[in-house]
C-alpha cells in the first residue's frame, strides 16, 4: 500500500525488521527494506541507509555492490560512517579486471 501525501513510515520499525532480517540470514530481504526507505531520498539518509546495504551486500558476497553502496555511504555521510570507510579501504582491491583489462579503459591523465 503506497504511502499518502499526509503519512510517513516509521523508520524505527523498519530498520528494527531489517535487523532481524539480518539477524536471522536474509540480507537480501533487507535491501528490500533499505531501497524502500531510501525511495526518493538523494542523501540516503545522510549515508546510513547506503553503509546498511553495503554491509548487507557484504554478508551476501557481492563485493561489488558491497563496495558500490559503501563509498555512497561515504559520499552522502560527510565523514559520518567510519565503518563504512574501513569497509572501502578492505574492498579496495574490488575490480572489475578479470572482466576488461585495464590498459583498456584506464586513460592516463593530461596534465
Known amino acids: ?10 523508520f524505527n520499525v523498519l530498520e528494527r525488521v531489517a535487523q532481524e532480517l539480518i539477524d536471522t540470514g536474509r540480507p537480501q530481504d533487507a535491501i528490500k527494506i533499505y531501497l524502500f526507505m531510501g525511495d526518493g ?20 558476497g557481492d563485493l561489488h555492490a558491497a563496495k558500490y553502496w559503501h563509498g555512497r555511504a561515504i559520499e552522502e555521510g ?13 574492498l ?19 596534465r
Open 92 to 110: 579496495g582491491a574490488i575490480s572489475i579486471d578479470d572482466l576488461v583489462a585495464p590498459e583498456k579503459y584506464i586513460v592516463p591523465r593530461q
Open 41 to 60: 531520498d538523494p542523501s540516503l539518509d545522510a549515508g546510513y541507509l547506503g553503509k546498511r546495504i553495503g554491509e548487507c551486500y557484504e554478508a551476501m
Open 1 to 10: 500500500m503506497p504511502i499518502g501525501e499526509d503519512e510517513k513510515y516509521d
Open 78 to 90: 560527510a565523514g559520518a560512517w567510519p565503518d563504512a570507510v574501513e569497509a572501502r579501504k578492505r
